[in-house]
Structure formats: structure tokens, C-alpha cells
């Protein structure tokens, strides 16, 4: 019998590097907006809106943060914060309210076609296609990235936007539902993720293993952490897991 019955995944930092995907994405779907709303703003007759591309985003931001300590239960829907923040930012520079909700859905879908626009690591579709001949697979993500356009989706039959139940990482919400999909239990079950508070802890705790992906760090690790270096070392602790898992 297989030590595992199922392997749940964090994305961003996990199974490609996030670094500057976000910054790229969260300038340009702003600067996209601006742009395009002035441009069409200036086929009807109007004057552009009176904001510039700097004070717009810091407000953009605050007014996001805002909205995450009045609304805390929506903290972790980040799409929900973004969407509310851009349509009351629009508002305020009195746009109609249909207008700014045209405009700050649209400006969302700029966000996701950037959003997702990242770059595996080049051994893991492979290893992702390799495991699903022995496990069955989901994405566990607080990321707002539109999870069936994610270059690895077709991997994962199962994906969950924490941020979208309301529950978002560290909550152990997103990692029993991802479970429940898999018809798979903690105890056979196993987490890999890059976060020690969102991934490793919460994974812990239920009675999963996990495995933590960090570059550096010799501490002691609880019982069922493993810490790899890189996603492509998971297949090592997966042979090691299944040699000592007990027999009976």
C-alpha cells in the first residue's frame, strides 16, 4: 500500500519564483488602467482623470488596506480588495459608479492576464506528470491567480483560492476541503509549500506531512517536516517516506 494517498501545493514561491511577478503585475494593470480610461475618455469629449500613475497607486493600496481592516472577513480575497478599492478609488474622482465598475473590472482582467504570466521551474511538469501516476494532486494557493489559466493547471484536478472561501492560509479551511476533494486523509496526505506560518504549520497541525521549501535553516523540525532546498528534491523524500513508512 502506498505510504500517500494525495499531495497538495503551494503555488507562488513553491513551484515557480514569485519574485517580481507581483510588482510587474500590480504596476502594470494600474498604469493599464489609467491609460486606457483616459483614451477612452477622450473619444467621448471628456477631460482625463485628474490622478497621476504615483498617487494613484499608493492610494489604490491604502484604500485596499482599508477595506481588509473594515471588511476582515474578505482580508484574504485579494480580487474581492481590489475590485471594491479600484471601483470607490474611481468614485472619488467623480466617475460615475456603472463607469468605475466597467472600468475596475476591466482593469482586474488586465491584472489576471499579467497575473498569470509566470514561469514554472523547468523540472516540474515533469515531476508534477511523474505524480500523478501515483497520487492524486491539488493546489492550495492565497494567491488571486486565476487557477485554470496557471501554466500547470491540467495538473491539478483539484485547486483552491483559499481567498475565496473566506478562509485563507494559515486557516486549516482550504487544506480540508483540498482533502475532502481528494476523498484523502491528513494522516496519508502530504503539503508542500514555501511558507513555514501558511504551509508548514497549518499542514502540521491537522496530522499531514509537509515539506517545506527553504533554502537555509538547520533548526530542529517537528514530526512530519521535511526542508528541501527546491521542489525538484520532493521525489527523495517522497523514496524515503515510502521505505519507512510501517508496514502492517
Known amino acids: 500500500m502506498a505510504t500517500l494517498q494525495a499531495i497538495t501545493f ?20 494600474y498604469r493599464w488602467l489609467l491609460t486606457a480610461f483616459n483614451v477612452w475618455r ?14 494613484g497607486l499608493q492610494d489604490y493600496l491604502a484604500r485596499r488596506q ?18 471594491r ?20 473590472a476591466a482593469a482586474m482582467n488586465e491584472f489576471h492576464r499579467l497575473r498569470v504570466q509566470v514561469t514554472p521551474h523547468p523540472e516540474v511538469d515533469a515531476l508534477l506528470h511523474e505524480l500523478r501516476k501515483h497520487y492524486r494532486l491539488a493546489a492550495i494557493t492565497n494567491g488571486n491567480i486565476h487557477l ?10 483539484v485547486a483552491i483560492a483559499a481567498g475565496e472561501l473566506l478562509a485563507p492560509k494559515p486557516d486549516p479551511t ?26 508548514v504549520l497549518p499542514a502540521q497541525q491537522l496530522g499531514m506531512h509537509a ?14 517536516v521535511t ?17 519507512s513508512w510501517p508496514k502492517s
Open 227 to 243: 526542508r528541501i532546498a527546491h521542489v525538484k528534491e520532493l521525489p527523495e523524500v517522497l523514496a524515503w517516506l515510502e521505505t
Open 10 to 29: 503551494d503555488l507562488d514561491d513553491t513551484l515557480w519564483d514569485n519574485q517580481g511577478v507581483m510588482e510587474r503585475t500590480e504596476e502594470g494593470h
Open 174 to 199: 482550504p487544506f480540508l476541503t483540498a482533502l475532502a476533494k481528494l476523498d484523502a486523509v491528513p494522516e496519508r496526505a502530504m503539503h508542500v509549500g514555501d511558507s513555514w506560518e501558511e504551509d
Open 66 to 83: 482599508r477595506l481588509a481592516r473594515e471588511v476582515p472577513e474578505r482580508r484574504g480575497d485579494f480580487t474581492w480588495l481590489r475590485l
Open 85 to 104: 478599492a479600484l471601483e470607490d478609488q474611481l468614485q472619488a474622482h467623480g466617475v460615475a459608479k456603472s463607469t468605475a465598475l466597467m472600468w475596475a
Open 42 to 55: 477622450a473619444e467621448r469629449g471628456e477631460l482625463p482623470l485628474v490622478l497621476s500613475y504615483e498617487a
Open 148 to 157: 485554470s489559466r496557471q501554466p500547470l493547471a491540467h495538473h491539478f484536478p
Open 211 to 224: 515539506v517545506w521549501i527553504n533554502e537555509t535553516g538547520d533548526q530542529a523540525l517537528p514530526e512530519r
